[in-house]
């Protein structure tokens, strides 16, 4: 089931995300309608926060569901390491319409666990280390807009 996407202004957006306990049938069907929601809109990455769920819940697929290999679920995730720098533009599904560069880091590892609770860690670079630096956020209570400076932020935050 698609599930409308909250946009910037939400209070939801800017809470922390609570851990999931279990991954109950409740807890499948929302990484399946968050798998379904990201893939309509069309994006790479969707956080539970951003549906209104405020878990820590993320799901990306860089190939846009092209690649079915490519779809990465991610429960209770947590940075196990973060190197490097990189500066490229990035946009986010709860502020249709606006891009703006951000710094990332230029590999990140996660820990956590997929949607059958086993545990996994996943190591990504370039614009994977971006989406889970962003879906971290998103988890975290964090917007892209909050990583900007300046009048690209205003101009953001005014529209």
Known sequence: MLRPILRLGDSILTEPA???????P????????????MYA????????????????VFVVDLSVG?????L????NPAFV???G???EEEGCLSAPGFNATVVRPQRAVLKGHDRNGVERTM?????????FQHEMDHLDGIVFIDRLRGIKRDLIVRK
């Open 26 to 37: 409740e807890i499948e069907t929302l990484i399946d309608d968050m798998i379904e929601t």
């Open 66 to 70: 092209r690649d079915p290999s490519g």
């Open 72 to 75: 990465i679920v991610m429960v």
């Open 18 to 24: 609570r851990a999931v306990d279990d991954i109950t």
């Open 123 to 131: 190591a990504g670079e370039g614009l994977l280390a971006r989406a």
């Open 41 to 56: 809109a069309p994006g790479i990455g969707l956080a539970a926060t951003q549906v209104g769920v405020p878990l820590r």
């Open 85 to 87: 720098t990189q500066l």
């Open 81 to 83: 390491e973060r190197e």
